[in-house]
């Protein structure tokens, strides 16, 4: 009897979160008709409509809306107990679902991921690097390490460091094509624009509560911060990437900092999930892990700031 509910519980809250009884079927690794039985014993069993079907689309009725955060709610604390009950016996297991952005996993997470498997030798990691904001409940992730701001209102977010990005050159091309004196100069340099978010093409700058923004002329464009990092070392152009990427380049003086009082608004990198109330062990452990790595770099960038001052 218990385990009927539960199951019609689940068949229920996955068709709520994707609105399709195909993919729900498909998260839930069993047949359409499956799920359809469960709907409708659940709907049956409460005598009132949970969800609106027509031949093009699936939604949740008044009662089914009121329904779906509380079932939620109901499984999200059952995978917290038993999450809980796992750790307790020393092992997280089972496979948690990552999504990055390229250049923070790149340059921060893939190099030391060996050591967060190695701490969970049962958790297998599924883990996609890409700058595209993937809708976590959707695509079926657990979890999405991002910069920036939090637009999804069903999801929550954790603040793990900063990030800010600067303004750097090669010394070959600098010493080629000039030094700019003001954020207005850039306008006539070549620049490598990062292709993440709207207006990528100008650049908005701060110093010391000034702004100013710019209209620059992309000489190459990219999603990807490292090509364009090889792009900057190779005196292609000025570009305005993120202090994590160009840090060690800033050290080396393979770069440097172009309008060094100047640079873009800090922001967030955030570890966004889905907003249970309950956080399964593995994503905490995870986000956990991430932070721990951040740390490190928070304090280099620190330092590396109060420099330019």
Same mark, same amino acid.
Not at 244 to 252: S, T
């Given at each position: ?61 008044? !009662?089914?809306?009121?329904?779906? /955060?509380?079932?939620?709610?109901? #499984? ?11 750790? #307790? ?11 990055? %952005? @390229? ?7 893939? *190099? ?35 910069? %920036?701001? $939090?637009?999804?209102?069903? $999801?929550?977010?954790?603040? $793990?460091?900063? @990030?800010?990005?600067?303004?750097? &050159? @090669? ?18 340099? &070549? ?20 702004? &100013?923004?710019?209209?620059?002329? *992309?000489? /190459?464009? @990219? ?10 070392? !190779?005196?292609?152009?000025?570009? $305005?990437? *993120?202090?994590?990427?160009?840090? &060690? ?24 999930? *889905? ?8 994503? +905490? !452990? ?15 960038? +620190?330092? +590396? ?5």
């Amino acid at each position: 009897m218990i385990e009927t509910r539960l199951n019609e519980i689940a068949a229920f809250v996955e068709v709520g979160r994707r609105l399709s009884f195909v993919r729900a079927a498909e998260q839930l690794g069993v047949h359409v008709s499956a799920v359809s039985r469960a709907i409708n014993a659940l709907e049956g069993r409460l005598g009132v409509r949970l969800l609106q079907r027509t031949t093009r689309r699936v939604g949740l009725t008044e !009662a089914g809306r009121a329904h779906f /955060l509380r079932c939620e709610a109901v #499984l999200a604390e059952l995978q917290e107990a038993e999450s809980a009950a796992s750790a #307790l016996g020393g092992a997280l297991r089972g496979t948690l679902r990552v999504s990055a %952005g @390229s250049g923070l996993g790149l340059t921060h997470m893939t *190099p030391v991921l060996a050591r967060f498997l190695e701490r969970h030798p049962q958790l297998d990691l599924d883990l996609h690097l890409s700058n595209r904001n993937v809708d976590l409940v959707e695509e079926g992730f657990d979890l999405a390490i991002r910069i %920036g701001a $939090l637009s999804d209102s069903r $999801l929550v977010a954790r603040r $793990l460091g900063d @990030s800010r990005r600067l303004l750097v &050159a @090669s010394p070959a091309y600098l010493d080629a094509q000039g030094t700019p004196r003001r954020p207005a100069d850039l306008a006539t340099h &070549a620049a490598l624009v990062l292709e993440v978010g709207t207006m990528t093409a100008r650049w908005a700058l701060q110093r010391r509560g000034a702004n &100013a923004t710019v209209r620059v002329r *992309p000489r /190459l464009r @990219s999603n990807n911060a490292l090509a364009l990092l090889d792009a900057c070392r !190779a005196g292609v152009g000025i570009a $305005l990437l *993120p202090q994590f990427i160009v840090g &060690a380049d800033l050290d080396a003086q393979r770069l440097v900092r172009v309008l060094p009082a100047w640079a873009a608004a800090e922001q967030g990198i955030f570890a966004i999930y *889905p907003g249970n109330r309950f956080i399964p062990a593995k994503v +905490r !452990a995870f986000v956990d892990f991430v932070e721990e790595i951040l740390q490190p770099a928070a304090a280099v960038n +620190r330092e +590396r700031r109060s420099r330019t001052r």
